[in-house]
């Protein structure tokens, strides 16, 4: 290992009990990933040597999860909650030491920018000396103060231990906190519960360090970016914060949203250009919309490929494994899942497609519902190019209709039908002249007779 070398190591410990929750306070979820998830990702750095999970007893959910995000990770497990100094300590025996960098990041603090962390790791190898991230609090409750001396940081004073005057900075810490590696160890050895938690701080690092010669540097950024979570009240807070960050960084790469606060992004939803969303809009995970496609209002969509000038609602819904092709077509009260529907295909009004393909410029008419499952086990429908199936026809799978093939309205399907052929699958209509008059004379004169009551 260089000098370049990066340990990450992540504080999830906590108990979250505000969360009220069963699920560990980093399993919420914030645009349709764990918060932890957030973490994670934002902390995949080039070349990083280890990340520590830190996490509490009884937290293998916690970390299952993270073995599943990420394979270069350890977990420890911090046996009593005694502050994040604590915490961090736990991690020690998994880093290598002496070697480069530690970042040291909050589980429950996942909007910060992973460019921000970076800067901070770099400030960190370049200048050998402690980076904090620090923002200005609109309100500064509960966090702890960077107090500043000449210019310099001196401390971070928690807000339960700072006096009036010092109470009334409004520069906080926001959690991350890159130390060089050669000191960390030493630092966190350092530390003492004598305060008004009674807890280890690793906020005491800061001045643990200027007594031992070692510089502290504070990163500022935005305080959107540092929102912790504690309650669901915070965990709202912070999904309106990183929808409203998707939403500009969408608009800044050429999407249209009608109205932006309306529309809802998950963490890995991919846009083209010139795509254009109308209002009231969802998106689940697992999307990937291309160029030029319309998406109009109160549409929902997860799992799903959008093709270039596809066009999607209103009210359409559009389940996992959705593939719709190129210049597509999906109308209102349509709901597709597990079904390709390839270039230029209609399904314009009505229906429910899954576990089927739509061959290219077919023609699904109003009401067409794919009979896919029959209780216990999913089959599947092939509806073959240039088809036209009319309207209010039950599929009834497996089955295929052949390319070109022409379904009469209001059938149910059981049979394959061949390319090119007519099937009609419903009653015959019968007609029997008179009939109505004859059975209105009769009861005209029933009428008469009775009481009519
Ligand atoms: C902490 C900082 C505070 C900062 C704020 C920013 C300390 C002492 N205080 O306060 O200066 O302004 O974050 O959000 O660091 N954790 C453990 N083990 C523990 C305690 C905590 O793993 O024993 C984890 C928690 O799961 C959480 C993180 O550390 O992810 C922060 O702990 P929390 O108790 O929320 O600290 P704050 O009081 O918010
Ligand atoms: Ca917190």
Not at 85 to 96: F, H, K, Q, S
Not at 199 to 228: F, H, K, M, N, W
Not at 373 to 385: L, Q, S, V
Request: neutral net charge.
């Amino acid at each position: 290992m260089t000098s370049t070398a990066l340990s990450t190591v992540i504080l999830a410990a906590g108990k979250g009990t505000r969360m009220k929750s069963r699920l560990p306070k980093v399993l919420h979820e914030i645009a349709g990933r764990p918060m932890l998830g957030h973490v994670l990702a934002n902390t995949r750095f080039e070349g990083s040597a280890r990340t520590v999970l830190v996490v509490g007893p009884d937290m293998d959910q916690v970390a299952d999860y993270a073995h599943s995000q990420r394979d270069d990770l350890a977990v420890v497990v911090q046996k009593s909650q005694l502050g994040t100094g604590d915490a961090a300590r736990t991690a020690l025996p998994e880093l290598r030491d002496g070697e480069g960098v530690v970042l040291v990041v909050f589980g429950d603090t996942p909007l910060v920018r992973a460019g921000t962390l970076a800067d901070m790791v770099e400030t960190c190898r370049m200048s050998g000396s402690i980076v904090i991230l620090g923002f200005e609090a609109a309100d500064p409750t509960g966090y702890g103060r960077i107090l500043l001396d000449n210019g310099k940081v001196r401390r971070i004073v928690e807000h339960k231990d700072a006096n009036e005057e010092e109470r009334r900075t409004r520069l906080c810490f926001g959690g991350p906190m890159a130390v060089p590696a050669a000191h960390f160890g030493k630092l966190l050895e350092g530390l003492s519960n004598d305060n008004a938690q009674g807890e280890y701080y690793l906020t005491d690092v800061v001045s643990l360090g200027r007594d031992a010669g070692i510089d502290c540097v504070c990163v500022i950024c935005p305080e959107a970016d540092i929102q912790g979570v504690n309650s669901r009240a915070d965990l709202a807070a912070a999904e309106a914060s990183l929808q409203q960050r998707m939403r500009r960084e969408a608009m800044a790469e050429g999407v249209t949203f009608l109205d932006p606060d309306t529309v809802y992004l998950s963490f890995d939803t991919k846009f083209g250009r010139d795509v254009t969303v109308g209002q009231n809009v969802v998106f689940g995970p697992g999307c990937d919309i291309e160029d030029a496609v319309t998406i109009k209002a109160f549409s929902h969509l997860e799992g799903a490929k959008i093709a270039e000038g596809a066009e999607i609602g209103p009210f359409a819904r559009i389940r996992p494994g959705s593939e719709i092709g190129r210049k597509a077509r999906i109308g209102n009260f349509v709901e597709t899942k597990k079904a390709k529907v390839e270039e230029g295909a209609k399904i314009n009004h009505l229906s429910y497609i899954g576990d089927a393909r739509v061959g290219p410029r077919a023609n699904i008419g109003a009401g067409t519902i794919t009979c896919n499952y029959d209780g216990y086990r999913k089959f599947f429908t092939d509806i073959g190019a240039g088809a036209f199936v009319g309207s209010n026809s039950s599929l009834v799978a497996p089955v295929k209709i052949g390319d070109g093939a022409y379904l009469g309205s209001g059938s149910v399907v059981t049979k394959d039908v061949s390319a090119d052929a007519l099937a009609v699958a419903r009653g015959r209509q019968i007609e029997k002249a008179g009939w109505a008059a004859a059975f209105r004379a009769k009861n005209e004169s029933i009428k008469k007779t009775s009481s009519g009551d």
